[in-house]
């Protein structure tokens, strides 16, 4: 098992633009789109209650600092996240439980054997972000539909208590090769998950 800590910083905004890359298990090509239905569960619930649907749809590429992201938008056509791969590893901005235009950080890196994990200390030291991966070339099921080739990762977010840092909740994220995110869970108050109910992916030329 591998683990890593990262202090989140800048970049020269003066290095020439690196291009995007195409991804494998989060397609960047503009014009794909996701359909997720989305679930919520409160204390007083014993079943899943449907929120709505929500459309990511990927609307453009942009530089920033240096590097060309894929823009995830959703249907009111507000950012929804910005995406790039560099070879094994995917990175994000304005993403999950971050706010805002963040610094980039790793989400995912398909050469990474469950087990393995890394570490963001955000916040000036108040808070720290733990990817884990916890299993690698499954199948997973959703609505009906069992997707291959399957990267499940935890997402652990802490807050710091003294001298130690306190684990708030957990998060789940699953991304199947060729597909994309298909199911996501956040345990906030109430319980959120989404499963990915349609998916498109433009040929090139399209």
């Not at 600092?65 to 938008?73: E, L, S, W």
């Not at 957990?170 to 906030?188: F, L």
């Amino acid at each position: 098992m591998a683990a890593s800590i990262i202090i989140l910083s800048g970049c020269n905004s003066e290095e020439p633009v690196q291009p995007l890359q195409a991804g494998d298990y989060m397609p960047l090509t503009p014009g794909t789109e996701w359909q997720y239905q989305r679930w919520v569960v409160t204390p007083d619930q014993n079943q899943p209650v449907s929120l709505d649907t929500a459309i990511i749809k990927i609307t453009e590429e942009t530089a920033i600092d240096g590097k060309m992201y894929a823009v995830f938008t959703d249907r009111f056509g507000m950012t929804d996240k910005a995406v790039r791969v560099e070879n094994s590893q995917y990175f994000g901005r304005d993403h999950e439980m971050y706010v805002g235009l963040t610094h980039e950080y790793m989400f995912l890196d398909t050469e990474k054997l469950p087990g393995d994990s890394w570490s963001y200390i955000k916040n000036d030291g108040a808070t720290k972000t733990e990817y884990v991966v916890k299993a690698k070339g499954t199948s997973f099921d959703v609505l009906g539909t069992t997707y291959e080739d399957v990267i499940e990762m935890q997402v652990n977010y802490y807050s710091r208590v003294g001298d130690e840092y306190e684990k708030k909740f957990s998060a789940v994220h699953v991304y199947a090769k060729g597909v994309g995110e298909i199911y996501t869970y956040y345990p906030v108050s109430p319980d959120t998950f989404g499963e990915l109910v349609a998916y498109l992916i433009p040929q090139k030329g399209q």
